[in-house]
C-alpha cells in the first residue's frame, strides 16, 4: 500500500530526490554503513526503500523498510557532503512516522516507550516526578552499584547500559560553585530552553550556562511553561506528539519575541530549530514556528566573540567530541571550541573522529544496543589515543553515552560539557563575587582531583 505521508514527503522533496545520482559520498559519512558495510545502513539506500515506499512499489509494511529505518541513527551527517541538498532528517523522520502506522510497538521495550512518551513525557507534573526518583537512585550511589556488581546484567544488558547512562550523567564538577549574582548591569536577555532531561539530569549544565551568560552581561528568563522539545518523539515516528509540544514551546516563548532562545543541548538545538519545518503545514502556526526557530541559540553562538577569558581550572588532559545534532543541526560545534579557547592553559588534544556519531541518538542506544555499540566503541578508542581524561561535548545524550561506554570499558574519564569548564575558570579567576570565600577549598580540591587522576590512570 502507498503511503500518503511519504507521498506527501517525496512531493515536497522531489527535486533533492531526484538530483540525487547516488554518487555514494554519503556512504563514508554515515556511522551504521562503515560499521556494516551493508548498502541498506546507508543514506542511500534508505533513501531508496523511501521511494519506493512513497512510490507504491514496496510495502509499509516491509520488514526490509522498518529494519534498516530503525537503524539509522538519524545524525544528519549524510546532509552535511550530500551535492544534490537532500534533507534527510525530515525524510527520515517522515518513515519513522509511517513505521509506527504500519508496525505498532511491540514487546515491553516498545510497549514502554510508547508508554513513557505519551503518558509521562508530555505531562510536566509526571517528568518530574520520574526525573526526581531517577536522581535519586543516581545520587544515593543505587544506579552506580547496580552496575558495579554486575547486578544489573544478571537481568540484561540492556538494563545494564541503562543504569551506566543513569550513572554518568552525575555532575562531576567542583562542588560549591552555587548562588553566584549577576554584578554588572545586563546589557540584554535571553531565555533559557532548560529541556526535560536537562533540567531533570543536567540541572548542573543549566547552572553553568546561567552564571556563563550572565558574567557576559545577559539577563536570564527561565519560562517555567516550557515543555519537553519533542526530539524524542520525532525521532520515534511520533510527528503529532512533536508538533503538540512545539505549540506548547511556542506560546511559553511568545512574551518577548525579540529575545533569543539559548540551549546547552544539541538535539534540542536542532529540534527547536525544525520548528518552522514541523508545523509549516498548519496556518495558525506555521509563521510563528518559522520565527521561534530563527531565534535558537546555541550558548557557544550566543557568546560567541563575548567570552571573558580565565586560566583553567582543571590540569587534566581535555579533548571535545561534537554532538551530531551541534554539528549538522545547528552548525555551532566550532562555536562550542571557542569556549574552550577561551580558557587559557587549557590542555587540550583534538579528537580524531570527533564529527563521527558517539551512537547515542537518544534512545537508540536502548533499542539497538549491538550496533550502538559497535559505533561506541570506534569512538572509545579514538578517545582513548588523545589521553585525556577529561572529554567535553555539547548534548546531554552524548555525554550519557559516552561517559557510560567508559565506564563499563574501565575507561578513567570525565565527561563534561565545554560550558561547566568555562563556568569553573570563571569562578577561579573571581568574576562571581559570592564565591571568593570558597576559591581556597576549591582549589585545594582541584589539586586533589588532579592527583587522584594521574595516580588512577597510571594503575589503569
Known amino acids: 500500500m502507498a503511503s500518503l505521508q511519504l507521498q506527501n ?103 514502554l516507550l510508547s508508554f513513557a512518551l505519551r503518558r509521562i513525557w508530555p505531562k510536566p507534573a509526571r ?15 543505587v544506579a552506580r552499584l547496580l552496575v558495579r556488581s554486575r547486578l544489573a546484567r544478571l537481568f540484561s544488558k540492556r538494563l545494564e547500559f541503562a543504569f551506566a547512562l543513569l550513572d554518568s550523567s552525575r555532575p562531576k564538577g567542583i562542588p560549591g560553585f552555587f548562588g553566584a549574582k549577576q554584578t554588572t548591569e545586563p546589557r540584554s536577555s535571553v531565555f533559557l530552553f532548560s529541556g526535560c532531561v536537562g533540567e531533570g539530569l543536567f540541572n548542573h549544565v543549566n547552572r553553568a550556562t546561567e552564571r556563563v551568560l550572565q558574567a557576559n552581561g545577559f539577563e536570564v528568563r527561565t519560562p517555567q511553561s516550557q515543555v519537553c522539545c519533542g526530539a524524542l518523539h520525532a525521532h520515534a515516528g511520533d510527528l503529532d506528539g512533536a508538533r503538540e509540544l512545539a505549540r506548547q514551546n511556542i506560546a511559553a516563548f511568545s512574551s518577548d519575541t525579540s529575545i533569543p532562545i539559548i540551549t546547552n543541548a544539541g538535539g534540542c538545538g536542532a529540534m527547536l530549530s525544525s520548528y518552522g519545518h514541523l508545523l509549516a503545514d498548519e496556518t495558525a502556526f506555521a509563521e510563528t514556528a518559522e520565527l521561534f526557530s530563527g531565534r535558537v541559540k546555541d550558548v557557544a553562538q550566543q557568546l560567541d566573540h563575548a567570552q571573558r577569558e580565565a586560566k583553567a581550572a582543571t590540569a587534566d588532559v581535555v579533548t571535545y567530541d561534537a554532538s551530531c545534532h551541534l554539528l549538522y543541526g545547528q552548525h555551532a560545534a566550532d562555536a562550542s571550541l ?15 573522529g570527533s564529527e563521527r556519531c558517539c551512537g547515542g541518538a537518544g534512545i537508540y542506544n536502548l533499542l539497538q544496543p549491538e550496533l550502538s555499540g559497535r559505533v561506541l566503541r570506534e569512538k572509545l578508542t579514538a578517545i582513548a589515543e588523545t589521553r585525556a581524561s577529561v572529554l567535553t561535548t555539547g548534548n546531554p545524550g552524548c555525554a550519557m553515552q559516552i561517559g557510560a561506554g567508559a565506564c563499563l570499558s574501565g575507561m578513567k574519564l570525565d565527561v563534561r560539557h565545554p560550558v561547566e569548564l568555562l563556568d569553573e575558570s570563571y569562578a577561579r579567576a573571581g568574576l562571581y563575587p559570592t564565591e571568593q570565600r570558597r576559591m581556597s577549598l576549591n582549589r585545594m580540591i582541584l589539586a586533589v582531583r588532579a592527583t587522584y587522576n594521574r595516580s588512577a590512570r597510571k594503575l589503569h
Open 9 to 111: 514527503t517525496l512531493a515536497a522533496e522531489e527535486q533533492k530526490l531526484l538530483a540525487c545520482i547516488h554518487c555514494g559520498l554519503c556512504l563514508e559519512a554515515c556511522p551504521t554503513y562503515v560499521v556494516t558495510g551493508d548498502e541498506n545502513d546507508g543514506p542511500r539506500g534508505r533513501l531508496y526503500l523511501m521511494r519506493a515506499v512513497g512510490e507504491g512499489r514496496l510495502s509499509n509494511e516491509s520488514d526490509s523498510f522498518k529494519n534498516h529505518i530503525d537503524r539509522c541513527l538519524g545524525c544528519r551527517a549524510c546532509e552535511q557532503v550530500c551535492p544534490a541538498g537532500v534533507q534527510y532528517g525530515q525524510l527520515l523522520e517522515a518513515a519513522r512516522a509511517e513505521i509506527i502506522t504500519a508496525h505498532p510497538p511491540k514487546g515491553l521495550t516498545g510497549a
Open 127 to 141: 517528568l518530574r516526578l520520574f526525573f526526581a526518583t531517577s536522581r535519586i537512585m543516581r545520587d544515593l550511589g
Open 338 to 352: 571557542g569556549m574552550l579557547r577561551a580558557i587559557d592553559d587549557l590542555n587540550f588534544v583534538g579528537l580524531r
